[in-house]
């Protein structure tokens, strides 16, 4: 996939252009690229994603800015998944954000040569939101490319946000968090030295850095998988503060289910959640503490067998 500085390569083809945050690459999301994947094939556009490097909200409405779904290289790795041919990320910052929709036309879709430009229902740009659809269309007939609106993707009527799967998450209800997202939702890291206490109990934890990328559920213990080396194992997943046994930041670790051989130091990981098997909860004594994660693993194992 090629990242866009600017314009365009003199020698790659004129593009289908997708605009959007692209902050879940949910369903809704994916049915927008889906569509877009598909117009630049059928009309021999390079398929290309305009989009922004941080939510608006960080010039727009400081004080509420969501912590992201995902990061910056998983969003780029579901986009070379999905098949685009070219990256656009522009700097939201509060030049972009006051730009009139005719400058914002001008200085980003006219050097991608778009020819085709889609966007989501009831798509808004511009400064304050001025420009909707219907201006988006008659500076295409300007400037030479088409608009194509796609409607949201529903689950029961309602439409599929961000915000609602962040929601889910945070409720720990990771199973409709991943219908919502078309995949398993995961976390990516590398693994770094902890205080080996799960070893010591006899259940050894890859300890995920806290700069992993992928927004934690709700604190607890979750069945899933860890991908190593290109391996994917069964795994049961912490996440939590561990104050049963001191008070430390919030962290994922990561227990390979029938597996204390692994090295994963200074590896990079992904962890999946697949079932919550319990939410958090607090232990008086290590062997009490022994004795639930003993339950937990064999939960998590029982779930993904499943």
């Given at each position: ?11 790659f ?8 945050k ?20 059928e ?5 290309t ?19 992201p ?11 070379e ?5 070219a990256l ?12 009139s929709?005719?400058e ?10 778009a ?10 740009f ?6 909707d659809?219907?201006?988006l269309?008659?500076l ?32 720990g209800?990771v ?12 976390t990516?890291g590398?693994?770094e ?52 046994i ?20 200074g ?40």
């Amino acid at each position: 996939m090629f990242r866009v500085l600017g314009e365009l390569p003199a020698d790659f083809a004129d593009s289908a252009v997708a605009i959007g945050k692209f902050d879940g690459v949910h369903l809704g999301h994916q049915q927008l690229l889906h569509e877009l994947v598909e117009t630049a094939e059928e009309l021999g556009l390079a398929a290309t994603v305009l989009t922004f490097d941080r939510h608006p909200n960080f010039v727009l409405d400081p004080e509420n800015v969501p912590k992201p779904l995902i990061g910056p290289s998983q969003r780029i790795d579901f986009f070379e998944s999905l098949g685009i041919d070219a990256l656009s990320i522009l700097t939201f910052d509060k030049v972009l954000a006051e730009l009139s929709p005719e400058e914002f036309v001008s200085q980003y879709l006219v050097p991608l040569r778009a020819r085709v430009v889609l966007v989501g229902q009831g798509f808004r740009f511009g400064a304050g939101g001025r420009g909707d659809v219907v201006q988006l269309k008659n500076l295409g007939t300007t400037h030479g490319f088409q608009v194509r609106e796609v409607s949201h993707v529903e689950v029961d009527g309602h439409k599929i946000s961000t915000s609602d799967i962040r929601a889910l998450l945070d409720q720990g209800r990771v199973e409709v968090a991943n219908m919502l997202l078309g995949r398993l939702h995961s976390t990516v890291g590398v693994v770094e030295h902890g205080r080996k206490l799960g070893r010591k109990l006899g259940f050894p934890t890859a300890n995920l850095a806290r700069s992993s990328e992928g927004y934690l559920p709700a604190d607890g213990v979750y069945a899933g998988y860890l991908t190593a080396d290109g391996v994917r194992y069964p795994a049961a997943h912490s996440i939590g503060t561990n104050d049963s046994i001191e008070a430390v930041p919030r962290l994922l670790e990561s227990h390979v289910i029938g597996r204390d051989d692994l090295d994963l130091y200074g590896k990079t990981v992904v962890c999946e959640y697949v079932a919550q098997v319990r939410g958090w909860a607090k232990f008086d004594s290590i062997e009490t503490l022994t004795g639930q994660i003993a339950a937990d693993v064999a939960r998590a194992k029982k779930l993904l067998d499943e």
